[in-house]
Every structure is written in structure tokens, then in C-alpha cells.
């Protein structure tokens, strides 16, 4: 197997993404990781002054990693240079699997801490329900109103929890069940499908959008796989034209000024989270909910309502002696 060291990185990296056919990526994944391999490739081709056709697998050391990583660093956000060290890592972890490196020269380049998680629902007690009654009461600004769509798309966030592409990809058959057993089958992120509880009067949102539908596109014919959410137009909602329906809805109600810097239609979302962990639920149930890939995940949004703290601070016994300190209390009296 010698031989293979002198593969070429073009065909070395065409080989990793072969071995990851079985993985089902999802399209995203998959562009994501060949970007991520041909940034820091173009970076190589600087960095050794050769063309990227001659570099061989043999080239990628250590300190050329190191160097170009570095020069990576400079233009790029954290977030960025943690999910390019990521994919490199990968792609040598395979490179030495099969043969083609000794050993993964990762360990000579720093990687970038992984930001903590920080939920960001929106700010106030009332505000879930102050959105929905003024996106059904229309105060959205628009040349041309479509309440029915504006709330349902505000509750798949608020009631589902759903991303962005997970709104996109529903279709009339991503609702199944009967009365009482209603779920919403979701394709979630990289590749992980999730069925969701939901009670009738979601359904009963979802229909009466599909009427509104019919009624303004009355010429056109849609199919039960056909996608759920349209534009003016009658065409698939664009991600962009889905954010700022969102983020118009908050400006209309009045309501832009409390939500999180930078959440927008994540913030739905996170609102779900952050209502399931106050009312009980655990970080298991959370997961298998929002189609989270790690329980650490889901746990986050638990930390953050300090529910387990609020919960181990009130067992302590000292509070007994407090309950004894009103009119006429004898803190040393057993409670």
C-alpha cells in the first residue's frame, strides 16, 4: 500500500467522498465539506507554489497545515475556521484509514474552541402569544396581506420548533393521524427525519391556509407533494422571502425589540425549546423534538431556564426555618 502516498490530494479527497456514500449526506453537508476542502486547498496551492493538480497527499504536513490554516483564521469567523478544521480532520482521519498518510498531521493545528450554545428565545412572557394575535389580525405590512400564511408559518415555529429548510420542505402529506394522534413528519438537518406531536388546531391552521391558497391561486393545481409554504407567486417561499416574512411580523406587532440579535425565525425556535425545558421536560425529549445530533444540545436550554438549579436550591432544608420566621414562627420548631 506505499504506493498510495503519492495519490494525488484531487483524487485522494474524491475518494473520501466515495467512502461517505453509505453516510447519506444530505446535498448541504456534502457542499459544505467540498468547500471547506477546496478553501484550504486553494490556500495550499499559495502556501507550497505549486499547481493544485501536483499537490500529492504526501504534501499536506503538519507545519503547511498549520501555516495556511493560520492565514484561514485571518478572514474567517471562528465558526468557520472550527467547521473547516472539522472537515480536514476527517478527510486525513480517512487519509491514514486507508493507507495514504502514517498519521493525521490535525494535531499540529490549533482548533478553534467550540462556542457554547446560548438559547435565544424571545424576550417576555406574553410575547409567543402577542405575535400569533397580531400576525392573524394582519399587522403585518404588506402590499399584499396573507394572514393565514403569516400565522401558520409563525406557528410551525413557536408549536414545532421547525428550521428554516424544515418549513421549505413540508408538503400537504407531512401531515398524518387521525384526530388525536396528528403528527407532523419533518426532514430535518443532515438527514435526521423526525415526527412531531401535534394538537388539531395546527391542522386546522394549515387547512385554512391551503383554502386561502386555492382561492388566490385558483388556476393552479397543486399535488399532496407539492410544497406547503408560497410565495405572492404561488412558487416555493425562498429562504430569504421566509426570513423576512418572519422578521416583518415582529416589526408589525411592535414586538422587533424583543428579539434576540441575530435569531430572527431561529428565535420561534428556540422559544419552543425554552417552553418545553420550563415545563418539564427532559433533555431526551427535547432532543428527539428538534431533531437535535447531541444531547449536550438539548441540555443547553435546560441549563438555561435554571430549572435543576431552582429545583436543588429549593430542597435546601434551611427553608424550613424560614417558613418559621413569620408572625409567631418558632424557626426551632421541627416543620
Known amino acids: 500500500m506505499l504506493y498510495k502516498i503519492h495519490m494525488k490530494v484531487s483524487e485522494a479527497q ?71 478544521w472539522s472537515t480536514w480532520n476527517q478527510f486525513l482521519t480517512f487519509c491514514v484509514a486507508d493507507g495514504l498518510l502514517e498519521g493525521n498531521p490535525m494535531g499540529a493545528v490549533a482548533r478553534p474552541r467550540t462556542p457554547a450554545l446560548t438559547p435565544k428565545p424571545l424576550r417576555g412572557e406574553e410575547t409567543p402569544e402577542q405575535l400569533l394575535s397580531a400576525a392573524a389580525a394582519g399587522s403585518r405590512r404588506a402590499r399584499d396581506p396573507w394572514p393565514e400564511r403569516d400565522v401558520l408559518v409563525i406557528a410551525l415555529g413557536l408549536v414545532a420548533g421547525l428550521r428554516a429548510a424544515e418549513m421549505r420542505a413540508l408538503t400537504a402529506r ?41 382561492v388566490r391561486f385558483s388556476s393552479v393545481r397543486f399535488s ?17 422571502a421566509l426570513e423576512y416574512l418572519v422578521k416583518s411580523c415582529y ?53 438555561a431556564t435554571g430549572r435543576e438549579q431552582r429545583a436543588a436550591a429549593a430542597s435546601n432544608r434551611t427553608y424550613r426555618a424560614l417558613d418559621g420566621l413569620g408572625p409567631g414562627g418558632d424557626p426551632s420548631r421541627p416543620a
Open 14 to 84: 474524491q475518494a473520501f467522498f466515495a467512502a461517505r456514500r453509505p453516510r447519506k449526506d444530505s446535498p448541504h453537508t456534502t457542499d459544505a465539506y467540498r468547500r471547506d476542502l477546496a478553501g484550504i486547498t486553494t490556500l495550499l496551492v499559495s502556501e507550497l507554489g505549486r499547481p493544485a493538480e501536483d499537490l500529492e497527499v504526501a504534501d499536506l504536513t503538519g507545519p503547511a497545515l498549520r501555516s495556511v490554516f493560520g492565514a484561514f483564521a485571518d478572514g474567517h469567523a471562528k465558526s468557520s475556521v472550527l467547521r473547516a
Open 251 to 303: 416589526r408589525g406587532a411592535g414586538l422587533h425589540d424583543r428579539v434576540p440579535v441575530g435569531a430572527n425565525l431561529h428565535a420561534l425556535r428556540h422559544t419552543f425549546a425554552t417552553r418545553l425545558a420550563e415545563d418539564g421536560a427532559t433533555a431526551s425529549e427535547i432532543m428527539a423534538l428538534l431533531g437535535h445530533a447531541s444531547l449536550a444540545t438539548s441540555q443547553n436550554y435546560i441549563e
Open 174 to 214: 407531512s401531515l398524518v393521524g387521525r384526530a388525536g394522534e396528528l403528527r407532523l413528519h419533518v426532514k430535518g438537518k443532515g438527514s435526521r427525519d423526525r415526527s412531531i406531536p401535534v394538537q388539531p388546531v395546527l391542522a386546522e391552521l394549515i387547512e385554512r391556509y391551503r383554502e386561502s391558497c386555492r
Open 224 to 240: 399532496p407533494g407539492s410544497p406547503l409554504l408560497l410565495d405572492r407567486a404561488g412558487e416555493p417561499i425562498g429562504r430569504g
